[in-house]
């Protein structure tokens, strides 16, 4: 299912697969290692975003950092493209291979160091976001990013999408996060980019790699920053009769100074589905709107801030504010906003997610922007965001063999996606564009910004071959080629 049109079919789309080719990769990796036949690859067909369906001719399995070295110049020696995959938990349609290689890295899965003393730890990409955070919780450390698919998801997968999470309000999202990062270029050569110190001369080359979508190179060593753990965490929850009311309150409590470790919204509609769920939370169901509000830092004045907090959600028509007790309630409150999106799946067998960010002070009248549109096209949106930084995830639960419905939840999302644009945001704080959300692309940068995108692309893969179609629009790339004079624009 495509929100846009649909993209036009990227270069490697038409690659002849070279005969020989899965016998060379097995040799590398194993034959059980490459998978050639349709019933094996149907599996990897789609990513977190059931609407889209690319089947991949071959997919192959390193299981070491010079596999995948070696893999990538087989691939470069045969003129094949590929596309790099982590977990399969991406929301944009990112990680698909139509008719192409795919190379999946959730083999690479070694934590490699943990260096206790300048806080930083370097892993393989295939490591599960949370199993990190476990190994570094016994030393009193953190990863701080931590998206909501963090069960699951991989740190190469994070580094590639800059994923955010509900933390990231106040620690910051994947970027923050990266000291360096050891890459296998398109064409089988090996760079690092940045140092472990993080504070290195030159280019920031990190900071073009995160969140290139996989359409850069391969990520085979990322070295990250490690936070210490706070000292005390308080996580609260209010309820709202109203939406107005929750959103009210959220502009307030950043107002006021203070900085929420996490500051998420969940209205009716999600509560309800979340509680009908094995994830159920303990969330009211007769309220339309919830805030998670989570406070960390020392033990000294925490609870002051509580109070505060307590405060500004009263003022702002909250029916209660309860304080998880200990740390069971305090996880089972974030077990329910965490799985949310796989609760959805209670209502109907598919799923459109959007993940806009707009001007926080904004939220009330996009939320009732979006109510309007719902009501218009007789669907059902689930809101569920970070509030504290205006990262929306609008959801519409739907069958996609319902063509008229389909249809309906298409226009809604357009349109949803329209307003949250001309509210003055962008189209994605955490997905990525992949290709769901290339249609929009042309909508908030111009073709000069377009151009200069494909030009930093080529600078890393002058052939296109690797995530072949993703992010850029096509036709902006050919437009530059055909047009040498806009080089120097």
Same mark, same amino acid.
């Given at each position: 299912?495509?929100?846009?049109?649909?993209?036009?079919?990227?270069?490697?789309?038409?690659?002849?697969?070279?005969?020989?080719?899965?016998?060379?990769?097995?040799?590398?990796?194993?034959?059980?290692?490459?998978?050639?036949?349709?019933?094996?690859?149907?599996?990897?067909?789609?990513? &977190?975003?059931?609407?889209?369906?690319?089947?991949?001719?071959?997919?192959?399995?390193? &299981?070491?950092?010079?596999?995948?070295?070696?893999?990538?110049?087989?691939?470069?020696?045969?003129?094949?493209?590929?596309?790099?995959? &982590?977990?399969?938990?991406?929301?944009?349609?990112?990680?698909?291979?139509?008719?192409?290689?795919?190379?999946?890295?959730?083999?690479?899965?070694?934590?490699?160091?943990?260096?206790?003393?300048?806080?930083?730890?370097?892993?393989?990409?295939?490591?599960?976001?949370?199993?990190?955070?476990?190994?570094?919780?016994?030393?009193?450390?953190?990863?701080?990013?931590?998206?909501?698919?963090?069960?699951?998801?991989?740190?190469?997968?994070?580094?590639?999408?800059?994923?955010?999470?509900?933390?990231?309000?106040?620690?910051?999202? *994947?970027?923050?996060?990266?000291?360096?990062?050891?890459?296998?270029?398109?064409?089988?050569?090996?760079?690092?980019?940045?140092?472990?110190?993080?504070?290195?001369?030159?280019?920031?080359?990190?900071?073009?790699?995160?969140?290139?979508?996989?359409?850069?190179?391969?990520?085979?060593?990322?070295?990250?920053?490690?936070?210490?753990?706070?000292?005390?965490?308080? *996580?609260?929850?209010?309820?709202?009769?109203?939406?107005?009311?929750?959103?009210?309150? *959220?502009?307030?409590?950043?107002?006021?100074?203070?900085?929420?470790?996490?500051?998420?919204?969940?209205?009716?509609? *999600?509560?309800?589905?979340?509680?009908?769920?094995?994830?159920?939370?303990?969330?009211?169901?007769?309220?339309?709107?919830?805030?998670?509000?989570?406070?960390?830092?020392?033990?000294?004045?925490?609870?002051?801030?509580?109070?505060?907090?307590?405060?500004?959600?009263?003022?702002?028509?909250?029916?209660?504010?309860?304080?998880?007790?200990?740390?069971?309630?305090?996880?089972?409150?974030?077990?329910?906003?965490?799985?949310?999106?796989?609760?959805?799946?209670?209502?109907?067998?598919?799923?459109?997610?959007?993940?806009?960010?707009?001007?926080?002070?904004?939220?009330?009248?996009?939320?009732?922007?979006?109510?309007?549109?719902?009501?218009?096209?007789?669907?059902?949106?689930?809101?569920?965001?970070?509030?504290?930084? &205006?990262?929306?995830?609008?959801?519409?639960?739907?069958?996609?063999?319902?063509?008229?419905?389909?249809?309906?939840?298409?226009?809604?999302?357009?349109?949803?996606?329209?307003?949250?644009?001309?509210?003055?945001?962008?189209?994605?704080?955490?997905?990525?564009?992949?290709?769901?959300?290339?249609?929009?692309?042309?909508?908030?940068?111009?073709?000069?910004?377009?151009?200069?995108?494909?030009?930093?692309?080529?600078?890393?893969?002058?052939?296109?071959?690797?995530?072949?179609?993703?992010?850029?629009?096509?036709?902006?790339?050919?437009?530059?080629?055909?047009?040498?004079?806009?080089?120097?624009?």
């Amino acid at each position: 299912m495509s929100l846009n049109a649909e993209p036009a079919r990227p270069p490697g789309g038409d690659y002849t697969l070279d005969a020989g080719l899965a016998r060379t990769l097995a040799e590398i990796v194993g034959e059980k290692h490459v998978l050639s036949r349709q019933s094996q690859l149907l599996v990897y067909n789609s990513d &977190g975003l059931p609407g889209y369906r690319r089947q991949p001719s071959l997919a192959v399995f390193p &299981g070491t950092r010079d596999e995948v070295i070696e893999v990538v110049r087989a691939l470069h020696a045969v003129g094949a493209p590929f596309v790099p995959r &982590g977990a399969g938990t991406g929301l944009s349609g990112g990680a698909l291979a139509d008719g192409i290689v795919l190379l999946g890295l959730n083999r690479l899965k070694q934590i490699i160091s943990i260096d206790v003393e300048n806080r930083t730890a370097t892993v393989e990409p295939g490591v599960v976001n949370l199993h990190l955070n476990r190994a570094l919780g016994p030393k009193g450390l953190l990863y701080a990013p931590d998206p909501s698919s963090q069960a699951a998801c991989t740190i190469g997968g994070n580094v590639a999408e800059n994923a955010g999470g509900p933390h990231c309000l106040k620690y910051g999202v *994947t970027l923050n996060h990266i000291l360096a990062v050891t890459v296998v270029l398109p064409n089988g050569s090996v760079v690092t980019l940045g140092d472990e110190v993080g504070d290195h001369a030159g280019y920031d080359l990190v900071g073009a790699f995160v969140g290139s979508e996989g359409c850069f190179g391969v990520a085979i060593e990322i070295t990250v920053r490690l936070t210490r753990a706070p000292e005390a965490v308080r *996580t609260m929850l209010a309820d709202f009769l109203t939406i107005d009311g929750g959103a009210r309150a *959220t502009s307030a409590i950043v107002a006021s100074g203070m900085v929420p470790a996490a500051l998420e919204f969940l209205d009716g509609p *999600t509560t309800r589905v979340v509680e009908s769920s094995i994830y159920a939370a303990g969330y009211p169901t007769d309220a339309e709107a919830i805030l998670l509000v989570e406070l960390d830092g020392l033990v000294d004045g925490i609870d002051v801030d509580v109070e505060r907090v307590k405060r500004i959600c009263m003022d702002a028509g909250a029916r209660n504010v309860r304080v998880a007790r200990d740390d069971a309630e305090r996880l089972k409150l974030w077990q329910g906003r965490k799985k949310a999106f796989g609760a959805m799946g209670r209502l109907a067998p598919h799923l459109v997610v959007q993940d806009a960010v707009i001007p926080r002070t904004k939220i009330p009248e996009i939320l009732a922007a979006i109510h309007g549109i719902s009501q218009k096209y007789g669907v059902l949106v689930c809101n569920i965001f970070h509030a504290g930084d &205006g990262n929306l995830h609008p959801n519409i639960p739907y069958n996609a063999d319902d063509a008229e419905q389909s249809e309906r939840v298409h226009q809604a999302m357009r349109e949803i996606m329209g307003v949250c644009i001309a509210a003055g945001g962008t189209i994605t704080g955490e997905h990525g564009v992949g290709l769901d959300k290339i249609g929009y692309m042309e909508k908030i940068f111009t073709p000069n910004s377009l151009a200069a995108m494909c030009r930093l692309r080529e600078v890393f893969d002058p052939e296109r071959r690797i995530n072949p179609g993703k992010v850029v629009p096509l036709h902006s790339c050919r437009e530059w080629h055909a047009t040498p004079a806009g080089r120097g624009e």
